[in-house]
């Protein structure tokens, strides 16, 4: 339903609460619920003026639990599938975004703890039927993408995109759940089986000794859904960093050493030297993990910053090690916009906050702006689309009141009256969107409201 003009002077309260009625599913439709989430839902809602921004919040938070998840017990074990929304698959990457920002309530619910627990448990068992795909079946259904032309393809794979984030984010869950529970209880023999494959594999794709046992090729219409030179991409020269055939947003990369997941790797990979430290008490698989850590970061520090011609020093989004760099972001997450999102870098870092500038303006040519409003797009959509996810992902890395609240009300105008964040939308006519169902990005939203009701209460108090 379209909203009225927020400014209109003869809009009521009446009127403003009928308008904005809960797009949530019936209680009973609801995948799963949380009394923590509820709580702080009810919460937040008071500190919003906005009457549009805490419908969408409302909306938005909740999404994942509401939509996407599948809860069940394996024996004695928690498991947990997710939808990552419009398509019946789970990605890793996903998945695990989509209950990331939940992770700060488990203490205060045990059924939601149990819940991401289930979580832990089901990605390990995917990386272990496969260490090089990316989306994965509930069981072997098999999908549309099983003609593609690639090693060991079978019926549990959605698909099978290598995507270096792919092994991280599941790290990063699984290392914040222990450290905000101090439960370790999914660390067993099957999560530490899929880590010493996740690190084996990463190791293969460093490609020091040949280009590895994988490759992809697609037969479409869409160059950036296959790969070139028999499925095993543009050649790269060996530099410690780690390739990745495909960025989060399933696109194809142009050299393989993507700059924003090889610092996620750098983070994860410290983080599971941590884990294999206290609790397996591994220190050799502990080793192994920090000193590939060092060896990425090395090569990001000597290979990944580059002199661009107007913005001087940033990092690049792509390398090759011959010297080629390209210079630009996707919206996806990791992006080198999110990189102290992530944890590889601060936020006030100076070759950061250079790389951050070039991101947000003609320099990059996947930003788009438009009389609607602009933001970071990417290939997967094309051009003149800008991703709410970089607009969130703005707001998140800002320490501006002034810049947080302009990116706050951009999301909320680009909604096209659904009172949900979509994939993208058309910077010149926001009514033309992509997705209208993507659990990842409404619980997102959903976290950054959160951030700024703790950090800038004065900003959801006020008028945007």
């Known amino acids: 339903m379209l909203a009225l003009s927020l400014s209109s002077p003869t809009q009521s309260f009446a009127q403003t609460k009928t308008q904005y009625q809960s797009n949530r599913p019936a209680v009973d439709d609801r995948h799963f619920t949380s009394e923590a989430i509820e709580k702080i839902i009810a919460e937040v809602k008071e500190a919003i003026k906005d009457p549009k921004l805490r419908w969408m919040f409302e909306n938005c938070y909740p999404n994942t639990l509401d939509t996407t998840v599948k809860f069940q017990m394996k024996g004695k074990k928690p498991d947990t599938f997710v939808l990552t929304g419009d398509i019946h698959a789970m990605w890793l990457r996903d998945s695990s975004a989509q209950l990331w920002p939940y992770l700060q309530l488990m203490q205060h619910d045990k059924k939601l703890q149990q819940l991401i627990a289930g979580l832990i448990n089901r990605q390990a068992e995917c990386i272990l039927l496969d260490p090089y795909a990316n989306a994965f079946n509930d069981g072997p259904t098999g999908s549309f993408w099983e003609s593609d032309n690639t090693q060991n393809m079978r019926k549990e794979l959605h698909e099978r995109k290598w995507e270096l984030d792919s092994l991280c984010y599941p790290i990063r869950i699984a290392y914040f759940y222990y450290i905000l529970t101090g439960d370790t209880s999914v660390f067993d023999q099957v999560w530490k089986d899929a880590m010493k494959l996740a690190v084996k594999t990463m190791k293969e794709q460093q490609r020091k000794e040949g280009n590895g046992p994988y490759s992809f090729t697609r037969n479409c219409e869409k160059p950036t859904d296959s790969q070139i030179n028999g ?233 945007l």
């Open 231 to 463: 499925g095993f991409g543009a050649p790269v020269k060996p530099n410690g960093m780690i390739v990745s055939a495909f960025r989060p947003s399933d696109d194809a990369t142009q050299y393989g050493f993507l700059i924003p997941s090889n610092m996620f790797a750098v983070v994860s990979l410290r983080q599971l030297a941590e884990i294999q430290q206290k609790v397996y008490k591994d220190e050799a698989f502990a080793n192994e993990c920090l000193a590939l850590a060092q060896e990425v970061d090395d090569a990001i520090q000597k290979h990944a910053i580059v002199n661009h011609p107007v913005c001087g020093k940033v990092y690049a989004f792509e390398v090759d090690g011959f010297g080629n760099s390209l210079c630009m972001d996707d919206a996806n997450i990791p992006s080198l916009l999110a990189a102290p999102y992530l944890g590889y870098c601060k936020q006030d870092d100076p070759l950061y906050q250079n790389t951050r500038k070039l991101i947000w303006s003609d320099n990059n040519p996947y930003f788009f702006s438009g009389k609607d409003g602009e933001g970071v797009g990417g290939p997967h959509v094309g051009l003149n689309y800008a991703w709410p996810m970089s607009i969130i992902m703005k707001a998140m890395t800002s320490n501006n009141p002034e810049e947080i609240k302009e990116c706050l009300k951009m999301l909320r105008d680009t909604d096209a009256g659904t009172g949900f964040m979509h994939e993208s939308f058309n910077v010149n006519n926001a009514a033309d969107f992509t997705r209208s169902w993507f659990a990842w990005v409404n619980t997102l939203f959903g976290e950054l409201i959160v951030k700024v009701y703790h950090e800038y209460p004065e900003i959801l108090k006020g008028d």
